[in-house]
């Protein structure tokens, strides 16, 4: 288990590292010249000196424009390393850190709040779907789960800002909060914020649930048509014992590996959804660095969901053992008792205590 986590974190490590190298580079790469660009811009705003625009590209992004590349280089990845991503160009004053701690939050309440909801909503129904194929309720279901998950949630997003916030004034469209709500652990402002969160986090939730319920359709339809499903059946078993052990834990496995992956990505917001809500969380302030070429806010954007989702990773593969005994080494899976297909060995399962007269 050393060996195993060890080997995890440092390819997390590598790729964190990999990435931050590949940002260094990007920005000289990119049309134009990030800091090119920039020195142009304090260039033609006049009233200062070289040393003076060199000193303010240095801050903006952490490195010294000239100088040889590997000093700058080492510079940028030491920097990249402390969290000092330089400073917002677009937003003078802040730091790319300050602005992504001041963003973090929103999108984990919206985009946190809707991937739960979503993925349990889509567990739920993939499961009942799967469990009665040639019911109406399943052959509808699955056209209905079809549909919204090939929707974009931007097109459910205007929808729902046209018709429920436009028309219908059930609930606002744009903001984190009301403008008289004072901030602060209180019930008006607490319940502003929720107001404001419902219409973005429906707006995720009915495209996401869909292709969480597809998923664990497939899954579960997968593992119904099982050997050891059948033959845990044919010995007895309880459906109880047979839908919990053998066919609700293996069809759960793709969902976790998919959820971890997802919280992974949820760091990097929704930047549809932000914008067309004006919600400022990280993928708002994504969307407006790329527009507005601020390259700063974008670049510790990238790094943030990298080292998100690299945790996310390495989260799971550490939990996955938990919930799958098979990915176990061949020779403790033996030890234990488990067999290729997950099942317990012939003798475990013919406890007589567990069988039961079909």
Known sequence: MVSFLAKRLALAVVTIY???TLTFFMVRLMPGNAMSYLESQLTAQGGLSTAEIAAKVQE???????????????AYVGHAFTGNFGTSIINPGQTVLSVIA?????TLLVIGLALLISFTIGVVVGTLIAAFPQSALAKIGT???SFLAAVPNYIVALVLIYVVADRGHLLPASGPYSLTATPGWNFPFVGSVLQHAI???LSYVIVAFGSWALTMKGSVSTILGADYVRTGEAWGLSRRRVTQSYIGRNAMLPMVTNLGLSLGYMFGGSVFIETFFVYPGLGYYLIQS???RDYSVMMGCFILITVAVVVANLIVDL????VDPRIMSPGRARQKGLTVSGLATENQVADPAERSVA
């Open 319 to 322: 939990v996955y053992p938990l």
């Open 143 to 145: 056209g209905v789960v």
């Open 18 to 20: 990999i990435v931050i």
């Open 102 to 106: 001041g963003a973090l939050p929103w």
């Open 60 to 74: 903006a992004y952490g490195v010294q424009a000239s100088g040889p590349l590997w000093q700058q280089y080492l």
């Open 290 to 292: 790329v527009n507005e």
């Open 199 to 201: 219409l973005p986090v």
